[in-house]
T-cell receptor
């Protein structure tokens, strides 16, 4: 699976959009980009995924660059409950390979 | 909304004892997984299971570990003889297919003394 690179941490103001970048320059054509988050030590929570096109759901939007070498997860209106570790994962087989992720702290 | 459940939420055991961690995957899912997370470390893949057999396992998943789907609803992880280093959160996940979304349970916190 392609490796991903994320900033270790970022802060966001409550009510503002949070933009979380991820680099996956070695991604291949059939590999999906998945985003999960983990609040404290709870089970990882699925957020969104995509292959080539931008995607949006009730939680977030995913913007994938045309060359697919990077993506951005957008939380449109961050709340305090969005404070978590966010993982960007590229997958083409059975397993999810979690890195260290980005620790996002939403501040009031 | 259907979800993956796990029992127990916490388990304390003595080194050398056997433990069985239980999971009830989402009912129409066919692929099942175990992951673990040692305190302060990354979430690590242990094993995937499909069609009543192991599809893939990591180097962590040695002979002390086994998985089973004893009936149509449960998916279990057994550790035969626990070691101190097995202390971790263990997460079960399930999905409908390869490259499909994996949904995680809340985890079992295992403490080996």
């Amino acid at each position: 699976d392609a490796k991903t690179t994320q900033p270790p941490s970022m802060d966001c103001a409550e009510g503002r959009a949070a933009n979380l970048p991820c680099n996956h320059s070695t991604i291949s054509g059939n590999e999906y980009v998945y985003w999960y988050r983990q609040i404290h030590s709870q089970g990882p929570q699925y957020i969104i995924h995509g292959l080539k096109n931008n995607e949006t759901n009730e939680m977030a939007s995913l913007i994938i660059t045309e060359d697919r070498k990077s993506s951005t997860l957008i939380l449109p209106h961050a709340t305090l409950r969005d404070t978590a570790v966010y993982y960007c994962i590229v997958i083409n087989d059975y397993k999810l390979s979690f890195g260290a992720g980005t620790t996002v702290t939403v501040r009031a | 909304e259907p979800e993956v459940t796990q029992t127990p939420s916490h388990q304390v055991t003595q080194m050398g004892q056997e433990v069985i961690l239980r999971c009830v995957p989402i009912s129409n899912h066919l692929y099942f997984y175990w992951y673990r997370q040692i305190l302060g470390q990354k979430v690590e893949f242990l094993v995937s299971f499909y069609n009543n057999e192991i599809s893939e396992k990591s180097e962590i998943f040695d002979d002390q570990f086994s998985v089973e789907r004893p009936d149509g609803s449960n998916f279990t992880l057994k550790i035969r003889s626990t070691k101190l280093e097995d202390s971790a959160m263990y997460f079960c996940a399930s999905g409908t297919g390869l490259q499909e979304t994996q949904y995680f349970g809340p985890g079992t916190r295992l403490l080996v003394l």
